[in-house]
């Protein structure tokens, strides 16, 4: 994947609680918005292939709860992670 590196402007106390959460969680900042802009961008069109694959306007997902292993954000970000590679080949 090619990179780009990018200006925005972005109020000054939001970006510093953002730099702080980043931190807190062991993440790159660039990472971290990078894979809440790729959540952004993709959930839309999951839900799209999701209602299609349905055949219907409501879907219903089945799938037996787990136990979480580690934080809840390690667990969000591999679940993530997993999808993105299967959307993306």
Same mark, same amino acid.
């Given at each position: 994947?090619?990179?780009?590196?990018?200006?925005?402007? %972005?109020?000054? #106390? $939001?970006?510093?609680? @953002?730099k702080?959460? &980043?931190?807190? !969680?062991g993440v790159?900042i660039s990472?971290l918005?990078e894979?809440? %802009?790729?959540? #952004? $961008?993709?959930?839309? @069109?999951l839900?799209? &292939?999701?209602? !299609?694959?349905?055949?219907?306007?409501?879907?219903?997902?089945?799938?037996?709860?787990? #136990?979480?292993?580690?934080?809840v954000?390690?667990?969000?970000?591999?679940?993530?992670?997993?999808?993105?590679?299967?959307?993306?080949?």
């Open positions: 994947m090619v990179k780009v590196k990018t200006s925005i402007y %972005i109020d000054k #106390e $939001v970006w510093e609680k @953002f702080m959460y &980043a931190a807190r !969680e790159e990472s918005l894979e809440i %802009i790729m959540n #952004e $961008v993709m959930d839309p @069109f839900d799209k &292939a999701l209602l !299609e694959a349905a055949g219907s306007e409501d879907y219903v997902l089945d799938f037996e709860p787990v #136990e979480a292993k580690g934080t954000s390690e667990l969000v970000r591999a679940v993530r992670d997993e999808r993105a590679k299967d959307l993306l080949g």
